[in-house]
């Protein structure tokens, strides 16, 4: 089945600095990459998407690369703030498929 | 918002006593998901569903069974609970596939669950 590694596990930046999350998947066959947001107490919150028809999506400060060739993809938001403060998960998920399989989740701590 | 409530949010219950959770959702989604999250393990899929009374299993599904008698409600059951099942548990929906391909999951906001 799907494997997703994320990396790192842990992740701290400074206020105003970007934050770079990454995943890479095992089946190739994978097309559809969700990314999440969990913030304490909550269940996790869709942020943005990709897939694998396209490169590359911005929303405001959030970006998703994807590289299909080397079966990885990145999550980057740039211009952080505390309120970015959060654990991020990244997924894959194959077309007609409707299970996902998750990442172990980066604990993104922004420093004021 | 996809209209998702969990109940109930916590519960705390001795081992061997039998535990069911809810989800019921409000928007018609055709699949509904139990995870359970763990520390080091992120989301696990328990069971999931694709219909009413289509139900099928997800990686850890020893120790837990599922129903789905309405579109709306998931229940989730543990049938004598133990000590290993101590986890947060998290309902999610899903719309399925369209035209522009797999439809995002979204989660419900939890319920944390106890078994001393």
């Known amino acids: 089945g799907e494997n997703v590694e994320q990396h790192p596990s842990t992740l701290s930046v400074q206020e105003g600095d970007s934050a770079v999350i990454k995943c890479t998947y095992s089946d190739s066959a994978s097309n559809y990459f969700p990314w999440y947001k969990q913030e304490l107490g909550k269940g996790p919150q869709l942020i943005i998407d990709i897939r694998s028809n396209v490169g590359e999506k911005k929303d405001q400060r959030i970006a998703v690369t994807l590289n299909k060739t080397a079966k990885h993809f990145s999550l980057h938001i740039t211009e952080t703030q505390p309120e970015d403060s959060a654990v991020y998960f990244c997924?894959?998920?194959?077309?007609?498929?409707?299970?996902?399989?998750f990442g172990i989740g980066t604990k993104l701590q922004v420093i004021p | 918002d996809a209209g998702i409530t969990q109940s109930p949010r916590h519960k705390v219950t001795e081992t061997g006593t039998p535990v069911t959770l809810r989800c019921h959702q409000t928007e018609n989604h055709r699949y509904m998901y139990w995870y359970r999250q763990d520390p080091g393990h992120g989301l696990r899929l328990i069971h999931y569903?694709?219909?009413?009374?289509?139900?099928d299993k997800g990686e850890v599904s020893d120790g837990y069974s599922v129903s789905r008698s309405k579109t709306e409600d998931f229940l989730l059951t543990l049938e004598s609970a133990t000590s290993s099942q101590t986890s947060v548990y998290f309902c999610a929906v899903s719309k399925g596939m369209d035209r522009g391909g797999n439809q995002p999951q979204h989660f419900g906001d939890g319920t944390r669950l106890s078994i001393l």
């Open positions: 997924a894959a998920s194959i077309a007609g498929y409707q299970k996902v399989t």
């Open positions: 569903s694709y219909g009413v009374k289509d139900t």
